[in-house]
């Protein structure tokens, strides 16, 4: 089972790379842009497993992205997509952990 995920995957990029379209577009992964370190737009963001003003923790299939900083706030929570600012000073992504 684990074979044909990878095999998918690779699949995946090769029609993105012969088609000229991106990743996000044929795959359904998150799209991330950071605006310095004062704000970050996540398109398809996933499940918010966590939210305070120093740590917002976003859960999708297969992966967890942590937010750390200071004076963290979302301002968008709409279709799937969240807007964090504040001072940004860290962005890390983990694999998800099986359930």
């Given at each position: 089972?684990?074979?044909n995920k990878k095999?998918?995957?690779g699949i995946i990029?090769?029609?993105?790379?012969?088609?000229d379209l991106p990743l996000d577009m044929i795959?359904?992964?998150p799209m991330i842009n950071l605006?310095?370190?004062r704000e970050m737009y996540v398109e398809d963001a996933g499940?918010?497993?966590?939210?305070?003003s120093e740590c917002v923790r976003l859960t999708q299939r297969k992966n967890v992205i942590s937010v750390s900083g200071r004076n963290l706030e979302l301002?968008?929570?709409a279709d799937n997509n969240?807007?964090?600012?504040g001072f940004i000073l860290s962005v890390s992504f983990e694999a998800k952990e099986r359930e």
């Open positions: 089972m684990k074979k095999h998918r995957h990029s090769k029609i993105s790379e012969a088609s795959g359904r992964l605006y310095s370190n499940v918010l497993e966590h939210y305070d301002k968008c929570l969240i807007r964090v600012s």
